[in-house]
Each structure stands twice: as structure tokens, then as C-alpha cells.
């Protein structure tokens, strides 16, 4: 969060509107809605270990709290980047030392949650081969 203020306030000028934000809102939401759907479908079926199903269902859980987390935290940025009625684009100036540009500031948070929506829709996947292929040693 610290370094989405600190990259928004060494660019104010760079001019990213709330149309952009809107849609990297809507793109977020969606990856939202395919994590949130592949972390309660995950299959452990044919896992006995007691111990490896725990922490499976512990990794997955870890996933999910941290799908609902970011979207949370973008819904009430998103929020505040409309509710401050701030014009398309600009910056908000406090003493003229320090700027920050909402819908910049908004943009790159929601970036970096996308960039870990897709790291966790691999680890998933991941794990998923990995559970198959130890299924299939057991197997033979």
C-alpha cells in the first residue's frame, strides 16, 4: 500500500483517469470471481494423509482469505476514488510539497492485486498437478 502512495506521489502527472480505474476495477472483479470459484471447487478427493489434506485445505483457505482481502480493500478504494469527486485524472495537492493522484493511486493497487491473482491462480494449479501426480504414485 505504502509503495502504491509513494509511486503515485513521485508521478502525479502522470494522467490516469477513473475510466482506466473503472475498468481495472471491473477486470479485478472478475479474477475475484475465478479465484474465489477455484479455491471452493478445489478437488482434495483421494487424499488420505491426514496430515497433507490439512495442510492443503490450510494453503487453499490462505488463498481465498487473501482473494477476499485484496478485493475488499479495492472495492473501498474504488469507493473513495468516486465518493472524492476529484476531476478525471488530477491530482490532489496539499501544500504543494505533496500530491497524490487518486485514480493513479487506485490503479496500481488494483495492478499489483491482479499480478497476485494470477501468482495464486498458478500456485493453485500447481498444486493441483502435484496432488494428481502423487495420487499416481501411490497408485503404481
Do not use: W
Request: glycine share 4%; proline share 1%; net charge positive.
Amino acid at each position: 500500500m505504502m509503495l502504491v502512495a509513494i509511486f503515485s506521489y513521485f508521478m502525479p502527472s502522470l494522467n490516469i483517469g477513473k475510466d482506466i480505474a473503472q475498468v481495472l476495477y471491473t477486470v479485478s472483479g472478475i479474477m475475484f470471481s475465478i479465484g474465489m470459484s477455484l479455491a471452493v471447487t478445489f478437488h482434495t478427493n483421494g487424499v488420505n494423509n491426514i496430515a497433507i489434506l490439512k495442510q492443503i485445505r490450510k494453503s487453499i483457505n490462505h488463498v481465498r482469505n487473501g482473494f477476499i482481502c485484496y478485493f475488499i480493500i479495492s472495492t473501498i478504494l474504488f469507493i473513495l476514488l468516486y465518493a472524492t469527486g476529484t476531476d478525471d485524472g488530477k491530482a490532489f495537492c496539499y501544500k504543494k510539497e505533496i500530491s497524490l493522484n487518486p485514480a493513479l493511486a487506485f490503479s496500481i493497487y488494483i495492478i499489483f492485486s491482479i499480478i497476485y491473482y494470477i501468482y495464486n491462480f498458478i500456485k493453485m494449479q500447481n498444486l493441483n498437478t502435484d496432488i494428481e501426480d502423487e495420487l499416481r504414485k501411490e497408485k503404481i
